[in-house]
């Protein structure tokens, strides 16, 4: 049976749940080849919190399991300004999580969200072109390759979904 999953966007009294991801070198291996120490996952977890004031439907949110309340991950639909015409769609989960699905009914609740949006017009997503998982998972939502770049010295293909 698979989980029913809620988002509900990350607050104050949340760093320890973001810091579990981030701190963890297995979830952190396709994002930034790194776990993140303290200090940086602390600087990170306050630009999140800064992001999640521009609108009450974008952010950056906590994937918890609906009956349980555990936390499984994060998902995000970040804007960079309450003006921006676009999102970019991120999940990281928590590797006993992995291949339930988890990230990809996070990924779909999201793009409903966006898509009911009168002011987004596009989502975007960088992803490690090695994660084959999740460009799955953004290619079932719609999504296509625009391109590949450099992201601070780490490979990074460019997917959009254009409303």
């Known amino acids: 049976m698979s989980k029913t999953i809620r988002l509900e966007k990350f607050t104050a009294n949340d760093f320890l749940y973001y810091f579990q991801l981030v ?3 297995t979830v952190m291996a396709m994002i930034t080849e790194r776990a993140l120490p303290q ?3 602390e600087r990170l977890f306050a630009e999140i919190l800064a992001n999640n004031t521009l609108h009450p439907y974008f952010g950056n949110f906590k994937i918890l399991d609906a009956l349980s309340g555990d936390f499984i991950g994060l998902a995000k639909l970040e804007i960079s300004s309450v003006e921006c015409e676009e999102a970019e769609l991120g999940y990281v989960v928590l590797p006993v999580y992995w291949g ?3 990230a990809s009914k996070a990924a ?3 793009v409903d969200s ?3 949006q009168p002011t987004c017009r596009k989502l ?3 992803i490690d072109p090695q994660n084959l998982p999740s460009r799955k998972i953004l290619l079932k ?3 296509v390759s625009k391109e590949f770049k450099d992201f601070d010295g780490l ?3 460019v997917l959009e979904l254009i409303f």
């Open 39 to 41: 200090d940086e996952a």
């Open 108 to 110: 779909q609740i999201l």
């Open 100 to 102: 339930q699905g988890i």
């Open 141 to 143: 939502n719609g999504f």
């Open 114 to 116: 966006a898509y009911k």
């Open 124 to 126: 975007f997503a960088i």
């Open 155 to 157: 490979s990074g293909e």
């Open 23 to 25: 701190s963890d070198a």
